[in-house]
């Protein structure tokens, strides 16, 4: 796959989605959901070892490739920068450069500083692979490939069909970048973007997307609708005035999903802000594909480690 190929030293990476073609995400999906059948080799990766190496914290994305590391038979090792050699001044290189020493070969990287994995896997060993599992606001690229698999489980795989809403805080966020890069390549008919202006980005992230702040407008006939987390310090910021004025505006009700199609699905990379971004009946209601999400988390993350470590 084009997109997992890098540049440095020839080693295979995935840093993030915005080079991928069709054909490789397509060719990917359908080994994940192959995967998700419960069709792989339990023994695939026996003998290698994968550090989860998180320099910010996270729950779901680590369990997930923890326990996508085990079903594939390999070693995983879990880095807890909280309890690490970085607190006493070892920087992301040295401890990678460390934890390469002792033979691993596969490295799940979580970071706060956009560009970080990328620039680990500029000095990684030829032969060491890199999955960038979220920098800053830049990528998170294997959540926006569980997302585009969960809709093509509920959608089929004709995308040029699809009406999708990405509706929040957009500007800061690397999980909306990814999915926007994946949901292009996959020829998605319409992309709406709709949040605040304050939160809306206008660096040409949503070059080709229908762009508007009016969220009762932007549900209107949609297919999908994926909601994104509010972060709180975006209210310190001043970006937004309230909590409260952002769920009046923003917020995802049962009475404002019935302006989508009556078969729209709902979509939300977690963790949910429940009465901010999303109410408990839409969030736990019959067309909420969260916890589908991150079951197919496994899946896909299963598929990205066998796709660049076997062999």
Do not use: W
Request: aromatic share 4%; charged share 25%; hydrophobic share 40%.
């Amino acid at each position: 796959m084009t997109t997992f190929v890098s540049a440095h030293g020839g080693s295979r990476h995935l840093l993030s989605l915005r080079e991928a073609t069709r054909d490789s995400l397509e060719a990917l999906l359908i080994r994940a959901q192959a995967f998700a059948e419960g069709h792989y080799d339990h023994r695939a990766l026996a003998g290698t070892a994968v550090c989860t190496l998180f320099f910010e914290p996270s729950t779901r994305t680590r369990l997930s490739f923890q326990l996508a590391v085990q079903q594939l038979g390999a070693h995983v090792l879990s880095f807890d920068a909280s309890t690490s050699s970085t607190t006493k001044g070892e920087t992301a290189l040295d401890t990678l450069k460390n934890i390469e020493a002792m033979g691993v070969r596969g490295f799940v990287v979580r970071h706060r500083d956009d560009g970080a994995v990328a620039e680990l896997a500029a000095h990684a060993r030829p032969g060491t692979c890199l999955i960038n599992a979220g920098d800053g606001r830049s990528a998170h690229p294997t959540q926006g490939l569980l997302d585009m698999l969960t809709l093509r489980q509920a959608k089929g795989n004709d995308f040029s069909r699809l009406r999708v809403a990405i509706v929040g805080d957009i500007k800061h966020s690397r999980v909306a970048r990814s999915d926007l890069q994946a949901l292009r390549a996959l020829g998605t008919g319409e992309i709406r973007a709709v949040g605040p202006a304050s939160l809306l980005p206008d660096d040409g992230t949503l070059d080709g997307c229908s762009v508007g702040h009016d969220f009762d407008a932007a549900l209107d006939g949609v297919d999908a609708v994926m909601m994104l987390r509010l972060q709180r310090e975006r209210m310190e910021e001043g970006l937004v005035d309230s909590l409260e004025d952002y769920h009046r505006d923003y917020g995802l009700t049962v009475a404002r999903l019935k302006r989508a199609a009556p078969d729209a699905v709902v979509m939300h990379p977690g963790p949910m802000n429940r009465g901010v971004e999303i109410t408990d009946e839409v969030a736990d209601g019959p067309q909420s594909l969260i916890l589908t999400q991150v079951a197919n988390g496994v899946a896909v993350r299963m598929a990205v480690l066998e796709t660049l470590l076997k062999g």
